[in-house]
């Protein structure tokens, strides 16, 4: 009983920066790691960021010192600040994490529905 909403997409030029949010609610009781991951056209999804509970975070070779992934543990929020956004860069971008409920013995991969983000001239 856990959604994972996305917001923040949208049509941005080349050079352009956009901040991605990710909202966890329902019967959240505790969240591990998150991420981002995103899926062009024709292609794999792709894992773009994780940051763990502590976090500690990892990224995509694509993106390093372009990207930041932040959390806000208060509001169960994750977040994908990207600067220097490349045309390459488009793609629907899909949040998860890694979540206990109050209601369950172990925790569960959840995926949020995605946001759409085009870097276009």
């Known amino acids: 009983q856990v959604q994972l909403v996305e917001s923040g997409g949208g049509l941005v030029q080349p050079g352009g920066s956009l901040r991605l949010s990710c909202a966890a609610s329902g019967s959240v009781f505790s969240i591990n790691a998150m991420g981002w991951y995103r899926q062009a056209p024709g292609k794999e999804r792709e894992s773009v960021a994780v940051?763990?509970?502590?976090?500690?975070?990892t990224y995509a070779d694509s993106v390093k010192g372009r990207f930041t992934i932040s959390r806000d543990n208060a509001k169960n929020t994750v977040y994908l600040q990207m600067n220097s956004l490349k045309p390459e860069d488009t793609a629907v971008y899909y949040c998860?994490?890694?979540?206990?409920?109050?209601?369950?013995?172990?925790?569960?991969?959840?995926w949020g529905k995605g946001t759409l983000v085009t870097i276009s001239s």
């Open positions: 940051i763990t509970s502590g976090g500690s975070t």
């Open positions: 998860n994490g890694n979540i206990w409920t109050a209601s369950s013995g172990s925790t569960r991969m959840y």
